[in-house]
């Protein structure tokens, strides 16, 4: 079974009812087992919650831990990309005039579409500026070779 299809709300409710129906069965039968063993005291149980939430609070912290680091990379790919787009632009001013602003007008492009895929949220419109960042990445070098070229 592929839980892939399965929306994630009927998962959340599902597993909130085997939980809440785990909880009820064991306070129903747990006076039964009660009566059968009056030797048992309270020490093995508090042991036994006890080991339960620190197995609890490992899983938290390694959940924690692993939103964390995701979030740390995206944030410096981010970070990356800005470096060089600005690094992009810079080295621009390197360029002769009529191909100085042609790559400048390309970067300013590229960074309207990469705002507006960032506010949109659609993966198809991210699809679309991916492709369209490819474009202007190989126009900006195509320009750069035809420019060694003349020289």
């Given at each position: 079974?592929n839980?892939?299809?399965?929306?994630i709300?009927a998962?959340?409710?599902s597993a909130?009812m085997i939980v809440?129906?785990?909880i009820?069965?064991?306070?129903s039968l747990g006076?039964?087992?009660?009566?059968?063993?009056?030797?048992?005291?309270?020490?093995p149980v508090t042991?036994v919650?006890?080991?339960v939430?620190?197995l609890?609070a490992?899983?938290?912290?390694?959940?924690?831990?692993?939103a964390?680091?995701?979030f740390?990379?995206r944030k410096?790919?981010v970070?990356?990309?800005?470096n060089e787009?600005r690094?992009?632009?810079?080295?621009?001013d390197?360029?002769?005039?009529?191909?100085?602003?042609?790559?400048?007008s390309?970067?300013?492009?590229?960074?309207v579409?990469?705002?507006?895929?960032?506010?949109?949220?659609?993966?198809?419109?991210l699809?679309?500026?991916l492709s369209?960042?490819e474009?202007?990445?190989?126009r900006?070098?195509m320009g750069?070779s035809q420019?060694?070229?003349k020289?």
């Amino acid at each position: 079974m592929n839980l892939d299809t399965v929306p994630i709300l009927a998962l959340f409710a599902s597993a909130i009812m085997i939980v809440m129906i785990s909880i009820e069965g064991g306070y129903s039968l747990g006076p039964i087992f009660h009566r059968r063993s009056k030797q048992e005291r309270e020490a093995p149980v508090t042991a036994v919650a006890g080991a339960v939430l620190a197995l609890v609070a490992f899983m938290l912290a390694f959940t924690f831990g692993i939103a964390a680091s995701r979030f740390d990379a995206r944030k410096e790919l981010v970070r990356e990309e800005a470096n060089e787009i600005r690094i992009a632009w810079q080295r621009s001013d390197f360029l002769p005039e009529p191909d100085r602003d042609t790559a400048k007008s390309l970067i300013r492009e590229y960074l309207v579409d990469r705002v507006a895929a960032v506010q949109s949220d659609q993966t198809e419109r991210l699809k679309d500026v991916l492709s369209r960042a490819e474009q202007i990445q190989g126009r900006l070098w195509m320009g750069l070779s035809q420019t060694r070229a003349k020289t």
